[in-house]
């Protein structure tokens, strides 16, 4: 799973971008499981799926679409789009995909943390 | 319609007399000789705009360009340019920018924008994926660039990208940049011809994606290029943690820093404003789209009189500028006074110059302060915070000085010996007597008084290996102009010239080709040609609008006034022989005209 330290963001953008091309092969920001919430010239949030132990998006899904294994599983055929589990979660760490209308929320690259790899400054750490 | 790769294909012509918006579509010619960003901008100004004619007229264009690389996962590809022809040279302007904005463009699906014309009310131009209109803007009108940021966003969605003017570039002051996301276009007076279109601001939002030609050799090339970069004692070290400033205390040691508006070349504060001084102010680390150098810091004054102040930076040039330039040592008035340029929306660069320009002239007893209206001498942290806040908005004599150093000289009887500018673009912060290398790379500049055409103090003083002595004349010539033609491309390419102190060319072709898949990026000699064949054809432009060899020089000062103290004591420059060097170096004849040959060679047709 993933832990924050937000004051050593720096905006670039990479984890967002490693994220997108990780899982749709695409050169964009916009298809990302994570992302950097500017607010110049305050430090930035980053909002990303956290893990949590209460699954609240699982347990606020009304389609079953949703379930915990190892990471937040996401059924397609059973999501509508309604995005309950958007406002669901307590991190904000689900965004949409505006391509899909599908929720977008991180699965560690199944163990892989591309972002972690990529982010220059250790602003997204895996939890251990 | 042909599939493109890296390139979006398409461009965004906005005319704004007629308010008619049409799309068109890249024209592959232009990929593969021009490459994209100042490369596109030449070609674009030199086939259509009008010879002659006046920058802040409705039948000068501006165009904001990316560049194939621009908004990819290659490192520090976050940056955009502006062309148009400078007010304040009355010749070529290309400004280059970092920031959000350029990727932005690429992910709405544009490769760039074209403005026209002149609106005859204030308006706002909004790109939203491929929806775009044109939008009043008149209540944003007088307002500055940081609340035009807020206020946009606050409108159409805080992930709106935005590049705006503030009051400085309404009122038409030819010191004027443009700004976007906090980060400013600023040199050669962008802002003012956006304003004298009537064109507040630009906000753009894409979600779209940019296809990569050869995935796989794109992501390898990547990972090489970003343990380059992390390994790197420059862009993975002194520059994450001081950022620009990283060379100040180097600078004053070998005597190139320039003092009292360039009187001097040792600045006797050296110990109050240098890089750790100024890192002490740095609040957190700040990025540019897609880079791992994060040279751009967020500062803070905790105490003293400009408790509160911030900014994003402050950065080398500025610190220079409205520090050792005006032999302020005061770090908290140099953070409020670059916060103040980027909220008017002005040059920090020319604003510190045209301050210490009037500085002079009243120590010299050429103005009184009575003409300025307030105090102004050198060393006074509020004679610079006053001087801003007048050229910002326009007041009293603050209309002039916002007109630049050149413009003022001329209306000053004795002043055109101190007045610090190339063509009319003021000075950065080196002083050419101890660097022959940049006093070449200053008089041939393009756009003028710049330090980003080439940087030969880069190799005379900082290179690990092959380092050059700095006030020999010899190789100076060719590594100006092989540097030139190398940042050139560079600003083609959308990635950051910083990235090139440790990602060479052998890196940067296979990403070219990579994420294009152009044939004729798969050679770097193909590559370093386009930006020969981009510099060739700006001389041709500026040629055209007026520019002759006596016009390739630098003031007066540095031929006349030997430097009295450091290092450099006793120096002047001498020019003529690099000159001549330089001209047959670049094929060029002896007034500076590209050669038949030349031209044949770099395949442009010179109509």
């Given at each position: 799973m993933l832990k924050l330290k937000r004051s050593l963001c720096t905006e670039c953008e990479i984890c967002m971008a490693i994220c997108s091309w990780t899982h749709f092969g695409e050169n964009t920001t916009k298809r990302a499981r994570i992302k950097i919430e500017a607010d110049w010239p305050k430090t930035p949030v980053i909002r990303v799926c956290l893990a949590c132990k209460d699954h609240e998006c699982v347990a606020a899904c009304p389609h079953g679409a949703l379930t915990w294994e190892n990471w937040i599983q996401l059924d397609q055929d059973q999501c509508d789009g309604c995005a309950v589990c958007v406002d669901a979660c307590p991190v904000q760490g689900i965004h949409l995909d505006k391509r899909t209308g599908f929720p977008l929320i991180c699965d560690t690259c199944e163990g892989q943390y591309r972002c972690v790899q990529w982010c220059p400054t250790k602003a997204v750490q895996k939890k251990e | 319609m042909k599939t493109w790769y890296g390139y979006t294909g398409r461009i965004l012509d906005v005319d704004l007399t007629s308010a008619i918006l049409s799309e068109t579509e890249l024209d592959p010619c232009l990929a593969n000789d021009y490459m994209g960003g100042k490369g596109f901008g030449v070609k674009i100004l030199y086939d259509q705009l009008p010879p002659q004619c006046?920058?802040?007229?409705?039948?000068?264009?501006?165009?904001?360009?990316?560049?194939?690389l621009t908004g990819t996962l290659a490192p520090s590809s976050g940056r955009f340019e502006v062309c148009t022809k400078s007010p304040a040279t009355g010749l070529w302007l290309d400004s280059n920018c970092g920031g959000y904005f350029g990727p932005e463009l690429k992910f709405a699906g544009y490769d760039m924008i074209i403005v026209r014309g002149k609106a005859k009310a204030p308006l706002m131009l909004v790109i939203d994926d491929d929806k775009f209109e044109l939008r009043p803007a008149a209540d944003l009108w007088g307002t500055d660039t940081i609340t035009t940021h807020r206020q946009i966003k606050a409108t159409f969605g805080k992930d709106f990208k935005v590049a705006c003017i503030g009051q400085a570039g309404e009122n038409g002051a030819l010191i004027a940049g443009i700004i976007s996301e906090y980060r400013a276009l600023g040199r050669g007076g962008a802002g003012a011809v956006m304003g004298s279109k009537n064109l507040k601001a630009i906000a753009v939002r894409g979600s779209g994606n940019i296809p990569i030609f050869n995935p796989d050799g794109f992501m390898?090339?990547?990972?090489?290029?970003?343990?380059?970069?992390?390994?790197?004692?420059?862009?993975?070290?002194?520059?994450?943690?001081?950022?620009?400033?990283?060379?100040?205390?180097?600078?004053?040691?070998?005597?190139?820093?320039?003092?009292?508006?360039?009187?001097?070349?040792?600045?006797?504060?050296?110990?109050r404003v240098n890089e750790d001084v100024v890192e002490e102010y740095y609040v957190r680390n700040k990025a540019c789209f897609g880079c791992p150098i994060?040279?751009?810091?967020?500062?803070?004054?905790?105490?003293?009189?400009?408790?509160?102040?911030?900014?994003?930076?402050?950065?080398?040039?500025?610190?220079?500028?409205?520090?050792a330039n005006c032999e302020n040592v005061d770090v908290g008035a140099i953070i409020q006074a670059e916060y103040l340029c980027d909220y008017y929306g002005l040059d920090g660069i020319s604003a510190g110059n045209v301050i210490g320009f009037l500085m002079e002239c009243v120590e010299k007893g050429l103005l009184k302060e009575s003409d300025i209206g307030f105090p102004m001498s050198f060393g006074n942290d509020e004679s610079i915070i006053n001087a801003i806040h007048h050229i910002g908005k326009g007041e009293g004599p603050g209309k002039r000085w916002g007109q630049g150093v050149k413009k003022l000289a001329q209306q000053i009887e004795g002043a055109h010996e101190f007045a610090m500018h190339v063509k009319g673009l003021e000075l950065p912060a080196y002083?050419?007597?101890?660097?022959?290398?940049?006093?070449?790379?200053?008089a041939t500049s393009d756009r003028g008084g710049c330090h980003l055409r080439s940087w030969p103090i880069g190799?005379?003083?900082?290179?690990?290996?092959?380092?050059?002595?700095?006030?020999?004349l010899e190789f100076k010539a060719e590594l100006v102009k092989?540097?030139?033609?190398?940042?050139?491309?560079?600003?083609?390419?959308?990635?950051?010239?910083?990235?090139?102190?440790?990602?060479?060319?052998?890196?940067?072709?296979?990403?070219?080709?990579?994420?294009?898949?152009?044939?004729?990026?798969?050679?770097?000699?193909?590559?370093?040609?386009?930006?020969?064949?981009?510099?060739?054809?700006?001389?041709?432009?500026?040629?055209?609008e007026g520019l002759t060899r006596d016009l390739d020089t630098l003031p007066n000062r540095f031929f006349s006034e030997p430097l009295e103290d450091g290092p450099n004591r006793g120096r002047v420059v001498r020019l003529d022989q690099l000159m001549d060097e330089y001209y047959m170096v670049r094929g060029w004849d002896e007034d500076g005209v590209p050669g038949e040959e030349k031209l044949k060679e770099l395949g442009i047709d010179a109509k």
């Open positions: - | 006046e920058p802040l007229s409705a039948d000068n264009i501006l165009v904001f360009a990316t560049g194939p390898k090339t990547c990972r090489e290029a970003f343990n380059e970069l992390a390994n790197n004692p420059d862009t993975g070290g002194g520059r994450q943690k001081y950022g620009t400033n990283v060379i100040l205390s180097l600078m004053d040691e070998v005597g190139i820093h320039p003092v009292r508006n360039f009187q001097k070349g040792k600045f006797a504060g050296a110990d994060y040279c751009s810091k967020i500062a803070e004054v905790k105490e003293g009189k400009y408790k509160g102040s911030f900014t994003e930076g402050p950065e080398y040039e500025n610190v220079w500028s409205f520090g002083d050419p007597r101890g660097s022959t290398g940049m006093a070449l790379a200053y190799d005379e003083l900082l290179a690990t290996e092959g380092r050059m002595d700095l006030v020999s092989t540097q030139q033609d190398l940042f050139g491309m560079i600003n083609c390419s959308g990635m950051c010239l910083f990235a090139t102190f440790a990602v060479n060319l052998k890196q940067i072709t296979p990403f070219l080709h990579a994420v294009t898949g152009l044939d004729v990026y798969s050679s770097s000699e193909e590559v370093m040609k386009v930006g020969e064949r981009v510099n060739n054809l700006v001389r041709l432009f500026n040629i055209r």
